[in-house]
C-alpha cells in the first residue's frame, strides 16, 4: 500500500524494519531478535507469501534469507497452492535449486568434520566418543551415528544447532556444535544469497 500509493517514507521504514529479520550476514543472524516471517506479528504469513510479496516490492536483500525460510518448511509447504502461498515456475526452481546446493556443501562439510577432523577420543563413558585409541570399528561406529544426524540436519535448517541427544557429553557437543556453526557461516552464509538472485531480477 506505502508502494501504491507514493508514502516513501512509510515504505523506506517499513523496509528497515525487514533489514534485521532477514540478515545478509552472518553476525546479524546470530544477534537477530527476531528472523524471517515472525517480523510480520500475528497472525503470522506463510513463508511464501513473505517471498511473493518481496519479489513483487524487489527488496533484493531479503530475497535469499525469505527463500531460506520458505524452504526449510519442506515441500508440502514450498509448493503449497494456497491464497497468496503459490510461488511461480521460475521462483520455487530458483529455492529448490539453492537449497539442494547448500544441502549437498552441508554434507560434504559434515563428512569432513566427522572422518577427517579428528576427533578425540572422549573419557567420559556415557558418550558415544569414549572408544578408545585401538578400536577402530568401534569409533566409526561412533562416528556413523555423530555424521548421521549431520546429514538428516542437512536436509531441513543447516542454521539451527545440533540435536546429538544423549549421543555425546555436553564437551563434545559444544566442541561439534562450535565447529558445525563455523562451518556454517564459511560455507551455507557464502552460498545463501546464491538462492532467488536470478528469480529476483
Known amino acids: 500500500m506505502a508502494t501504491k500509493y507514493g508514502f516513501s517514507n512509510v515504505r523506506k521504514g517499513l523496509v528497515e524494519d525487514l533489514k534485521g529479520a532477514y540478515p545478509t550476514k552472518w553476525e546479524d543472524f546470530e544477534t537477530a531478535k527476531v528472523l524471517g516471517e515472525d517480523v510480520f506479528g500475528s497472525p503470522k504469513p506463510h513463508p511464501n507469501t513473505v517471498l511473493n510479496l518481496l519479489l513483487e516490492q524487489k527488496i533484493k536483500f531479503a530475497l535469499p534469507f525469505a527463500a531460506y525460510r520458505a524452504a526449510i518448511g519442506g515441500f508440502p509447504s514450498l509448493i503449497s497452492g494456497g491464497p497468496g502461498t503459490a510461488l511461480s ?6 529455492v529448490i535449486y539453492g537449497m539442494e546446493k547448500i544441502r549437498h556443501v552441508m ?93 529476483g531480477r
Open 107 to 199: 554434507v560434504r562439510v559434515s563428512h569432513s568434520i566427522i572422518y577427517d577432523g579428528n576427533l578425540r577420543v572422549c573419557p567420559r563413558a556415557a558418550c558415544v566418543l569414549n572408544v578408545g585409541t585401538n578400536l577402530m570399528e568401534r569409533r566409526m561406529e561412533a562416528l556413523k551415528k555423530i555424521f548421521c544426524v549431520m546429514v538428516d540436519k542437512s536436509k531441513g535448517d543447516v542454521l539451527s544447532p545440533l540435536l546429538l541427544g544423549d549421543l555425546v557429553c555436553t564437551d563434545c557437543a559444544k566442541l561439534l556444535q562450535d565447529t558445525y556453526l563455523g562451518c556454517c557461516e564459511k560455507f551455507v552464509w557464502v552460498a545463501l544469497p546464491s538462492l532467488l538472485v536470478a528469480g
Open 89 to 94: 515456475r521460475l521462483a520455487l526452481a530458483f
